[in-house]
């Protein structure tokens, strides 16, 4: 049972739009950083989003985040099927004095 | 472009030890806290460890306290990972990471510890 909730799985047409949700408590999300991160397949993990809504350089802005009280949510417009994938949130939790993530959440472009 | 590159990974037996080493560079690595993250095969990612920049602060998850040690050498720009009475369930793909961006973790290419009798 992860700390941060994620749904399993998501999916759309490509080119359209897909959000996912992570959702937490005032301990981690409310008070720190987030962070959205890629996994390809058989890859190491890959940072998109931090500090909720910002993009390291070479991302594409067709990511994008954003954060509201306890939880967090990533979007991804103009879906390809290079995006399929599998999308962590993550974060600090003050209480727990501990890194968390999400379960984890499949994106299927049909 | 930062890099991080993990080595020490391996098969190990139930109750053995093992070490992880992450080498850095392409950045201040003394100025980054830094973290161990794990995933088991089909499962996903488990933070381990984390310590920050200088060293003094160091945490770990419920499920590795008491039996994993992080440590840093920022002459050697090297993290460290000296793992104890290792349990199947620690059988993981080890991550090294870098805290670069306001919590957001730039991420090495991974070790893989498996412990199996």
């Known amino acids: 049972q992860s700390v941060l909730t994620q749904p399993p799985s998501v999916s759309a047409a490509p080119g359209q739009k897909v959000t996912i949700s992570c959702s937490g408590s005032?301990?981690?999300?409310?008070?720190?950083?987030v962070a959205w991160y890629q996994q390809l397949p058989g890859a190491a993990p890959k940072l998109l989003i931090y500090?909720?809504?910002n993009r390291p350089s070479g991302i594409p802005d067709r990511f994008s985040g954003s954060k509201s009280a306890v939880s967090a949510t990533l979007a991804i417009t103009g879906l390809q099927t290079g995006d399929e994938a599998d999308y962590y949130c993550?974060?600090?939790?003050?209480?727990?004095?501990?890194?968390?993530f999400g379960g984890g959440t499949k994106l299927t472009v049909l | 472009e930062e890099q991080l590159l993990e080595s020490g990974g391996g098969l190990v037996q139930p109750g053995g030890s093992l070490r992880l080493s992450c080498a850095a560079s392409?950045?201040?690595?003394?100025?980054?806290?830094m973290a161990w993250v794990r995933q088991a095969p089909g499962k996903g990612l488990e933070w381990v460890s984390g310590i920050s920049g200088s060293g003094e602060n160091r945490y770990y998850a419920d499920s590795v306290k008491g039996r994993f040690t992080i440590s840093r050498d920022n002459s050697k720009n090297t993290l460290v990972l000296q793992m104890t009475s290792l349990r199947v369930e620690d059988t993981a793909i080890y991550y090294c990471a870098s805290d670069q961006y306001r919590g957001g973790l730039v991420w090495g290419q991974g070790t893989l510890v498996t412990v199996s009798s």
């Open positions: 392409e950045f201040s690595f003394s100025s980054h806290a």
């Open positions: 500090d909720s809504d």
């Open positions: 005032t301990s981690n999300i409310g008070y720190n950083y």
């Open positions: 993550g974060t600090w939790d003050s209480s727990l004095r501990a890194g968390v």
